[in-house]
């Protein structure tokens, strides 16, 4: 008897040490999933009414909206116990949730933004809330005949049961990235309701003009003390976004002289920089538009052409994941300019210049902190899935700061026009997804 109760006391303990393991902050802290997704859309529904449509502008912020709303999210953060919460001159909110735990740990921040996209209208947004998806079509606007569906949103298949939100259809809703500020401010009020759940010191950080790419430029890296940091600016449950592309810009100028009688243009020194600037575009490779590319494959893209008397200026961008191939984009863009130069010999003057943006992020990330977000999925039942996106990040600027910054999913789609929606269900398993994340930060050895 004592051999079989001895037997079966070494089956129990261990079972009874891992079921104490296993008990996560969700038991200890009766986590209300019902409860968080609707402070979830109350504070996405919210923060869409302010218009913060970022503008092409040499100000930080580029419009008053912004400063309106960073305002407001800093009362709000005060509100739910965040210590020193700064609004600087531009619009950057940052503040504090002070570590509980009475060891150093490494401080972790995590960022959003407050502007929306310049390629559709922020103002008198009117979000609309659709309970409980059932499958099918989402009206947004039956008179328009505005509607989701699989054809213009594949992830919908994936979302029976969640609750959708739109906007009206006559404006984007903002989800890029007001969903990821709603999961930060109540990731702020979770942790201050919730004390005994164990953490570091934590940052938290909102910032303007991430569509332009001016915002993050201001952002003092040196004084936010973090050692990592996460943006949550994503799209899909479990996207972790630790790579971008490389980013070059290039300006192509082509002066000639088109002073002259157009009936005499033969026998005068007539040069066309509007043709020159059209022979420029049309010998870049067209299979290497961004319309046709996909995945790995980057791109060339023209964005303006612009022309003042006798000077045209091209001025368009390129997109490669390897220095490899954009060594390759250079050359391309480099022999169409020296042949156009070459056809036109009556040309006054040629100048091309290419720009660095931004590089891919990857080079740069420590892979613990990649990983770490890993576990923290996979500790929420998430499958991770590594991302490379076909664009920058804010992160992307930061890694090169010194701050790696992979970027996690927040359940926005469609980003960037009157289609975009937010899923409140995916929001919520990203709110899980930091709040562990900055537990398991808690553990990890360093100086407060």
Sequence with gaps: MRKLWMTGLAIVLPLVCLAQALQDWKALSQYDKEAVK????????????????????????????????????????????????QVD???????????????PTPTVAFLAHSDTALEAS????????????????????QAHKITLDLSNAPQLARAKGHDIITASGDTLLGADDKSGVAILLTLTQYFYDHPSLKHGPIKIVFTPDEETGAGIDHLDVAALGAQAAYTLDGSDLGELTDETFNAKAFTAVFEGYRAVHPGQA?????????????????????????????????????????TEADRTEVKGILRAFSDEEMKTLVNDVTQAFNTVKAMNYKGKDFSLVFTDQYRNMKSVLPPHVVK??????????????????????DGAQLSFKGLPTPNLFSGQYNMHSTLE????????????????????????????
Excluded at 43 to 67: C, K, N
Excluded at 275 to 298: C, I, V
């Design 38 to 85: 609707k402070q979830l859309t109350q504070r996405l529904t919210r923060y869409v009414t302010f218009d913060t449509q970022a503008r092409e502008s040499d100000q930080v912020p580029s419009t008053p909206g912004q400063t309106k709303l960073a305002k407001e999210l800093a009362k709000e953060l005060k509100k739910n116990g965040a210590q020193h919460v």
């Design 266 to 306: 033969m026998h005068a020194p007539f040069a066309d920089n509007v043709l020159m600037a059209s022979d420029f575009h049309t010998l870049l490779p067209r299979y290497k538009r961004p319309e046709n590319t996909a995945e790995r494959r980057g791109f060339i893209l023209v964005d303006s052409i612009t």
């Design 122 to 141: 922020g103002r008198n947004v009117r979000p609309q809330i659709h309970s409980s998806y059932k499958g099918g079509p989402i009206v947004i606007d």
């Design 421 to 448: 929606y937010a899923d409140v269900d995916v929001m919520e398993a990203s709110l899980r997804t930091v709040l562990r994340l900055a537990m398991l930060w808690a553990e990890q050895p360093g100086t407060n």
């Design 372 to 393: 770490l977000a890993e576990t923290a999925m996979r500790q929420e039942g998430i499958t991770p899935k590594r991302h490379a996106a076909r664009g920058g990040t």
């Design 89 to 103: 001159k531009f619009s950057i909110v940052t503040a504090e949730i002070p570590s509980n735990v009475d060891k």
